[in-house]
Nanobody
Framework: QVQLVESGGGSVQPGGSLRLSCAASGIIGSIDQWAWSRQAPGGSREWVASITNVGSTIYQHSVKGRFTLSRDNAKNTVYLQMNSLQPEDTAVYYC??????????WGQGTQVTVSS
């Protein structure tokens, strides 16, 4: 059974930091790319950042310079370090595992709340 288990969400004050993790299990084949998306209350899901299997990253403009993606291929895990968090970063964050020759998978989501 395929599972993407996210962790690390929570509540922080503006300017604070959180580190999200997403660990995959049960996936046959390699994960070629990871992506994080988020969905704010009342909004649609939006892409945040992606990392390839060789570590190349790309970020949404609003998080560039504040968020950092990394991955541990041996552990099938991806990390999203989020610094200088702002209230507009409040959302449910979802990870996605993408395979070039296989299905893609979504995590269940983890809540991030930034509020004073």
């Amino acid at each position: 059974q395929v599972q993407l288990v996210e962790s690390g969400g929570g509540s922080v004050q503006p300017g604070g930091s959180l580190r999200l993790s997403c660990a995959a299990s049960g996936i046959i084949g390699s994960i070629d790319q990871w992506a994080w998306s988020r969905q704010a209350p009342g909004g649609s899901r939006e892409w945040v950042a992606s990392i390839t299997n060789v570590g190349s990253t790309i970020y949404q403009h609003s998080v560039k310079g504040r968020f950092t993606l990394s991955r541990d291929n041996a552990k099938n895990t991806v990390y999203l370090q989020m610094n200088s968090l702002q209230p507009e970063d409040t959302a449910v964050y979802y990870c996605k595992a993408l395979q070039a020759s296989g299905p893609n998978y979504w995590g269940q989501g983890t809540q991030v709340t930034v509020s004073s």
